[in-house]
């Protein structure tokens, strides 16, 4: 079965210092993993993109992801937070399944950045 | 650049009044997905398609949500009768597969906000 579980429902970090959002799945196959942010009254977009090629994922705004088949987990991480970063993140999982692509959504992350 | 357009932006509705929202997906995305958000939450899966074929509902309330992409293109989310509870952000969204076969990048509309009175 497909679920996806973001650890911590809210972070706060103080600006300047590194970012942790963590997320772990599960899956019957090989996932697709995504992160995506959500600005106050904005649209849903994509950080990155996590497909069977390297483990080591770089997005936008200097975030990256780590997959890690052994721990089931894709943690988000930036060594240095912006005030900008402040909003929720979702970790998302896709699976091929019978139809096409299923694609869930974790329950968010909501980050705060301290001045 | 290519967007999802979805349609109104804005809804207020009275319980057990009728409430239909419209997306139409980026071209050529064959895939297109309607989420609702609760404020607080993650969005969650109502009903997903594939060209004009439901390929996942088993999340949509279907004695009042009905949901239809007629010619595989653009497509319309009906709640009949609307409840308190329905009051969300629903999400429109289109993808493709990437160039590996993998998932493809969910791109997503601005959604249409439900407030049920």
């Known amino acids: 079965a497909q679920s996806v579980t973001q650890l911590d429902s809210h972070v706060s970090v103080s600006e300047g210092t590194p970012v942790l959002l963590r997320c772990n799945y599960s899956?019957?196959?090989?996932?697709?993993l995504f992160w995506y942010v959500q600005h106050p009254n904005k649209g849903l977009q994509l950080l990155l993109k996590?497909?069977?090629?390297?483990?080591l994922v770089k997005g936008i705004n200097g975030f990256e992801a780590e997959f890690k088949k052994s721990e089931t987990s894709f943690h988000l991480t930036k060594p240095s937070a912006h005030m900008s970063d402040a909003a929720e993140y979702f970790c998302?999982?896709?699976?091929?399944?019978?139809?096409?692509?299923?694609?869930?959504f974790g329950a968010g992350t909501r980050l705060f950045v301290k001045a | 650049e290519a967007e999802v357009a979805q349609s109104p932006r804005y809804k207020i509705t009275e319980k057990s009044q009728a409430v239909a929202f419209w997306c139409d997906p980026i071209?050529?995305?064959?895939?297109l997905y309607w989420y609702r958000q609760i404020l607080g939450q993650g969005p969650e899966l109502l009903v997903q398609?594939?060209?004009?074929?439901?390929?996942?509902d088993s999340q949509l309330p279907k004695d009042r949500f009905s949901a239809e992409r007629l010619k595989g293109v653009d497509s319309t989310l009906k709640i009949q009768p609307a409840e308190l509870g329905d009051s969300a952000m629903y999400l429109c969204?289109?993808?493709?597969?990437?160039?590996?076969?993998?998932?493809?990048?969910?791109?997503f509309g601005e959604g249409s906000r439900l407030t049920v009175l």
């Open positions: 899956s019957s196959y090989s996932p697709s």
């Open positions: 998302v999982v896709s699976d091929l399944l019978k139809g096409g692509f299923k694609t869930i």
């Open positions: 398609f594939q060209d004009e074929s439901v390929v996942d």
């Open positions: 071209s050529g995305h064959a895939t």
């Open positions: 969204a289109s993808s493709r597969p990437g160039l590996a076969g993998d998932a493809g990048e969910l791109f």
């Open positions: 996590y497909t069977s090629a390297a483990t």
